[in-house]
């Protein structure tokens, strides 16, 4: 199995930054995209931001200019750097992967358990 933990929220004023930070382990035999999706109460949840296995980035329109996505392939792991918060970025924030976990095997989309991130104005 996979596991996908995250790590870096909290709460923080308007204008402050965070950066949230996602490990994968367990049988990975190799990581596709990687990204991070938010859900904010009574919504549905939504892109943030991805990252290709290449380090081909895309991001929301309403973060682009203040958050930034990146990945480590050698960890496994993936960051959001964020800054300019803002309030309406209030959500919980989930990780996501799309592992293959042996040779021939297909990509499966695996997801973190969740952090909360709350910005205050």
């Known amino acids: 199995q996979v596991q996908l933990v995250e790590s870096g929220g909290g709460l923080v004023q308007a204008g402050g930054s965070l950066r949230l930070s996602c490990a994968a382990s367990?049988?990975?035999?190799?990581?596709?995209?990687m990204g991070w999706y938010r859900q904010a109460p009574g919504k549905q949840r939504e892109l943030v931001a991805t990252i290709s296995s290449l380090g081909t980035t895309n991001y929301a329109d309403s973060v682009k200019g203040r958050f930034t996505i990146a990945r480590d392939n050698a960890k496994n792991t993936v960051l959001l750097q964020m800054n300019s918060l803002k309030p309406e970025d209030t959500a919980d924030y989930y990780c996501?992967?799309?592992?293959?976990?042996?040779?021939?095997?297909?990509?499966?989309?695996?997801w973190g358990q969740g952090t909360q991130v709350t910005v205050s104005s």
């Open positions: 367990g049988s990975i035999f190799s990581i596709n995209a």
């Open positions: 996501n992967a799309i592992v293959k976990i042996r040779f021939g095997s297909p990509y499966v989309n695996y």
